[in-house]
């Protein structure tokens, strides 16, 4: 009697699940306060939070400096927690930075940052969202302006030793 050879098992690869991960950006400035405030928000394809940061940083020559600097912060923090990203800002001009950065000469030391954290991520991508859409990061990035020491905080939530605004509650609890 002859027996069947077992079957080879076909060993499958993992699929990964690409969710719509989305890291949402803002940055609060002024031209007599000491700090920029910085704030992003991650979320699941759900619309769930997963992490977010605030920060300050000493004031830069312009809310537009602010504008980068928190795109680039935010694009290191998301390269410890997920290898796609969609990045969502409020300004139209951070936008078309990236697109064209030539066109920006001022800025060609923190675009040229930008650029190299790009290549880490295989699919980057930065989109406009209305300011009303985006208003964890900007409390956030308010948040850290008027805080009178130096701040970096990265969670889950904000922590209740920060002052929190009411619309900051609403809108996470």
Same mark, same amino acid.
């Given at each position: 009697?002859?027996?069947?050879?077992?079957?080879?098992?076909?060993?499958?690869? &993992?699929? +990964?699940?690409?969710?719509?991960?989305?890291?949402?950006?803002?940055?609060?400035?002024?031209?007599?306060?000491?700090?920029?405030?910085?704030?992003?928000?991650?979320?699941?394809?759900?619309?769930?939070?997963?992490?977010?940061?605030?920060?300050?940083?000493?004031?830069?020559?312009?809310?537009?400096?602010?504008?980068?600097?928190?795109?680039?912060?935010?694009?290191?923090?998301?390269?410890?927690?997920?290898?796609?990203?969609?990045?969502?800002?409020?300004?139209?001009?951070?936008? +078309?930075?990236?697109?064209? &950065?030539? +066109?920006?000469?001022?800025?060609?030391?923190?675009?040229? +940052?930008?650029?190299?954290?790009?290549?880490?991520?295989?699919?980057?991508?930065?989109?406009?969202? &209305?300011?009303?859409?985006?208003?964890?990061?900007?409390?956030?990035?308010?948040?850290?302006?008027?805080?009178?020491?130096?701040?970096?905080?990265?969670?889950?939530?904000?922590?209740?030793?920060?002052?929190?605004?009411?619309?900051?509650?609403?809108?996470?609890?």
């Amino acid at each position: 009697m002859v027996l069947d050879t077992p079957q080879e098992l076909h060993n499958e690869e &993992p699929q +990964a699940i690409c969710l719509d991960n989305t890291c949402m950006v803002d940055r609060s400035w002024t031209s007599m306060e000491q700090f920029n405030g910085c704030g992003w928000v991650w979320k699941d394809s759900l619309g769930q939070t997963q992490l977010m940061g605030t920060q300050n940083l000493s004031r830069r020559e312009s809310a537009l400096h602010s504008k980068v600097e928190v795109l680039r912060w935010a694009m290191e923090s998301m390269l410890l927690h997920s290898s796609y990203e969609s990045f969502e800002t409020d300004c139209k001009d951070l936008i +078309a930075m990236i697109e064209e &950065p030539q +066109a920006w000469p001022s800025f060609t030391t923190e675009l040229e +940052a930008i650029k190299t954290l790009q290549l880490c991520f295989p699919k980057f991508k930065l989109s406009h969202v &209305p300011r009303a859409q985006n208003g964890i990061s900007d409390s956030l990035a308010k948040i850290a302006r008027s805080f009178h020491r130096k701040l970096c905080y990265i969670g889950c939530s904000i922590p209740v030793w920060l002052s929190r605004p009411s619309q900051v509650l609403l809108v996470i609890e």
